[in-house]
């Protein structure tokens, strides 16, 4: 089972491998890319090494992964990436170099994995973003995703404080299922009406 490779129009999303460890880098590495992120822009090879064994080896390892390199059918070289966790929340993310930014690459991407995980079993994704960081949640929207409700964070490890907005899509056909784990570890939770 693993990681199936996917296919749309314009990409090939498969799984990293060591080969990748430069384009990886010239991922990891822009400030503006990962300013949303839960980490800091990596500065090394060694780092970005260190980074694809945490979070990419180590869940291939696994029967079920979905971590994708987004690459461009033309070279098959990554110029982002696109994952579904397997813990509970099934967190769907991306990030994508800036200079292929608002070509609706993420949300291409983004739906091939989702007819992918749903066709799997998945019963539901979730994914958040940082309020100031609206662009993220067109994505959401996009591939179908919903609003659900907002709650503040104090955001590991960059340590501020962050509203954050969480969508979900759910594909079993339980349309009244929500996530509640943000909502219910978060003091300060509230759903906003002008979204």
Same mark, same amino acid.
């Given at each position: 089972?693993? +990681?199936?490779?996917?296919?749309?129009? @314009? *990409? &090939?999303? @498969?799984?990293?491998?060591?080969?990748?460890?430069?384009?990886?880098?010239?991922?990891?590495?822009?400030?503006?890319?990962?300013?949303? *992120?839960?980490?800091?822009?990596?500065?090394?090879?060694?780092?970005?090494?260190?980074?694809?064994?945490?979070? =990419? #080896?180590?869940k291939y390892a696994?029967?079920?992964?979905? #971590? =994708?390199? $987004?690459?461009?059918?033309?070279?098959?070289?990554? &110029?982002?990436?696109?994952?579904?966790?397997?813990?509970?929340?099934?967190?769907?993310?991306?990030?994508? !170099?800036?200079?292929?930014?608002?070509?609706? &690459?993420?949300?291409? #991407?983004?739906?091939?994995?989702?007819?992918?995980?749903?066709?799997?079993?998945?019963?539901?994704? +979730?994914? +958040?973003?940082? !309020?100031?960081?609206? @662009?993220?949640?067109?994505?959401?929207?996009?591939?179908?995703?919903k609003y659900q409700?907002?709650?503040?964070?104090?955001?590991?490890?960059?340590?501020?404080?962050? +509203?954050? @907005? #969480?969508?979900? *899509?759910?594909?079993?056909?339980?349309?009244? !299922? $929500? =996530?509640?784990?943000?909502?219910?570890?978060?003091? $300060?939770?509230?759903?906003?009406?002008?979204?």
């Amino acid at each position: 089972m693993n +990681t199936p490779t996917l296919e749309t129009e @314009r *990409l &090939i999303l @498969r799984k990293f491998t060591e080969q990748d460890m430069e384009a990886l880098f010239l991922i990891l590495q822009d400030e503006e890319v990962n300013k949303f *992120l839960p980490w800091y822009p990596v500065k090394s090879m060694e780092e970005t090494r260190k980074f694809y064994e945490e979070r =990419y #080896a180590s869940k291939y390892a696994q029967p079920q992964a979905y #971590a =994708y390199a $987004v690459c461009l059918k033309e070279d098959n070289y990554p &110029i982002g990436y696109i994952k579904v966790d397997m813990e509970e929340h099934h967190d769907f993310g991306y990030g994508l !170099r800036r200079e292929f930014w608002h070509q609706g &690459i993420v949300t291409e #991407a983004g739906k091939a994995v989702i007819w992918q995980v749903k066709k799997d079993g998945l019963p539901y994704i +979730t994914a +958040t973003h940082d !309020r100031n960081n609206p @662009r993220s949640g067109g994505v959401m929207q996009n591939v179908g995703m919903k609003y659900q409700y907002s709650y503040e964070e104090q955001w590991q490890p960059k340590n501020f404080l962050v +509203t954050f @907005r #969480a969508y979900q *899509l759910n594909l079993d056909g339980n349309e009244i !299922r $929500v =996530y509640k784990k943000y909502w219910d570890n978060s003091a $300060v939770h509230f759903i906003e009406t002008n979204l």
